[in-house]
């Protein structure tokens, strides 16, 4: 049996969760009153640097995709604790969900939910189906090729960007066709790694009539020498009804727990499976 690509995977992950959000949180946003217009997802303030001598966007990819294959099959399992949490511009959290995701190597993810608050309409409706589509689509039950790879992007690299501690390249993706597994925006990639940090951008295509606007951000963190999601921010616009954010923080990590230290070496986020959400 083939071996899924756990950095391609991580991924694809960041492209169909934010999808899945957008889709979940119009069902919310149209449940609620109209905002006003003036937030916006958070931006990097650190300055964009010309880029060192000897890069080019071609490049950029073969080393994100050759390190891709050389991380494919470090990671044996992870758990983390994740927050979601639906907001509005107010900062009111309308509601919550915390749970425990664990991975084993190599499609198998479960979530126990450990504690959940706010409207019981908006978790059912919005949060568990978000929950259940990104453990679908990792588990491969719906096939969507959004990696981010040559086939699906071209890069137009923009130069340097410090992302907290981490030193990037910093590229417009623009998606080769309109596909709202797809997204354009700027990616930021590791330097040193070649590793996914940061992702900012709207999908490809227009996802329905009542969306007027959906923004996200995905931004990665070195966990154990291992790049693993930090927090997901997407920001909604629905027609008539005005925006509205959900959010997932991603903490308190223990990774490959069930291996030994040697066998523990750097990779992003794989695709995962859960038998516990319904």
Same mark, same amino acid.
């Given at each position: 049996?083939?071996?899924?690509?756990?950095?391609?995977?991580?991924?694809?992950?960041?492209?169909?969760?934010?999808?899945?959000?957008?889709?979940?949180?119009?069902?919310?946003?149209?449940?609620?009153?109209?905002?006003?217009?003036?937030?916006?997802?958070?931006?990097?303030?650190?300055?964009?640097?010309?880029?060192?001598?000897?890069?080019?966007?071609?490049?950029?990819?073969?080393?994100?995709?050759?390190? &891709?294959?050389?991380?494919?099959?470090?990671?044996?399992?992870?758990?983390?604790?994740?927050?979601?949490?639906?907001?509005?511009?107010?900062?009111?959290?309308?509601?919550?969900?915390?749970?425990?995701?664990?991975?084993?190597?190599?499609?198998?993810?479960?979530?126990?939910?450990?504690?959940?608050?706010?409207?019981?309409?908006?978790?059912?409706?919005?949060? &568990?189906?978000?929950?259940?589509?990104?453990?679908?689509?990792?588990?491969?039950?719906?096939?969507?090729?959004?990696?981010?790879?040559?086939?699906?992007?071209?890069?137009?690299?923009?130069?340097?960007?410090?992302?907290?501690?981490?030193?990037?390249?910093?590229?417009?993706?623009?998606?080769?066709?309109?596909?709202?597994?797809?997204?354009?925006?700027?990616?930021?990639?590791?330097?040193?790694?070649?590793?996914?940090?940061?992702?900012?951008?709207?999908?490809?295509?227009?996802?329905?009539?009542?969306?007027?606007?959906?923004?996200?951000?995905?931004?990665?963190?070195?966990?154990?020498?291992?790049?693993?999601?930090?927090?997901?921010?997407?920001?909604?616009?629905?027609?008539?009804?005005?925006?509205?954010?959900?959010?997932?923080?991603?903490?308190?990590?223990?990774?490959?727990?069930?291996?030994?230290?040697?066998?523990?070496?750097?990779?992003?986020?794989?695709?995962?499976?859960?038998?516990?959400?319904?």
């Amino acid at each position: 049996m083939e071996r899924k690509d756990p950095a391609t995977s991580h991924n694809k992950g960041a492209l169909l969760f934010a999808v899945a959000a957008i889709l979940a949180i119009t069902i919310f946003a149209a449940d609620t009153k109209a905002q006003s217009d003036g937030d916006e997802l958070p931006q990097l303030d650190a300055v964009v640097e010309p880029l060192r001598p000897g890069v080019n966007e071609s490049q950029v990819l073969a080393e994100l995709a050759a390190h &891709n294959e050389k991380r494919k099959s470090a990671l044996h399992d992870y758990s983390v604790l994740r927050t979601y949490q639906v907001i509005d511009l107010k900062g009111k959290v309308h509601a919550e969900k915390i749970g425990r995701m664990e991975f084993l190597s190599p499609d198998k993810k479960t979530f126990t939910v450990t504690s959940e608050s706010g409207s019981g309409l908006v978790r059912n409706m919005a949060l &568990n189906p978000l929950i259940k589509s990104e453990i679908e689509a990792a588990a491969g039950k719906e096939h969507h090729d959004s990696a981010i790879s040559a086939d699906n992007y071209s890069l137009n690299l923009l130069g340097e960007q410090q992302v907290g501690s981490y030193r990037c390249f910093v590229a417009e993706a623009v998606p080769r066709r309109k596909d709202k597994y797809l997204f354009e925006g700027k990616l930021w990639i590791d330097v040193d790694d070649y590793s996914v940090v940061r992702i900012e951008g709207h999908p490809a295509k227009k996802l329905s009539f009542w969306i007027q606007r959906a923004d996200f951000v995905r931004q990665y963190q070195k966990t154990d020498g291992f790049w693993l999601p930090q927090k997901d921010q997407t920001l909604v616009q629905v027609r008539l009804y005005g925006k509205k954010v959900l959010t997932i923080e991603h903490r308190d990590y223990a990774v490959n727990a069930g291996q030994s230290k040697e066998a523990r070496a750097i990779v992003p986020e794989t695709t995962i499976t859960s038998t516990s959400l319904h």
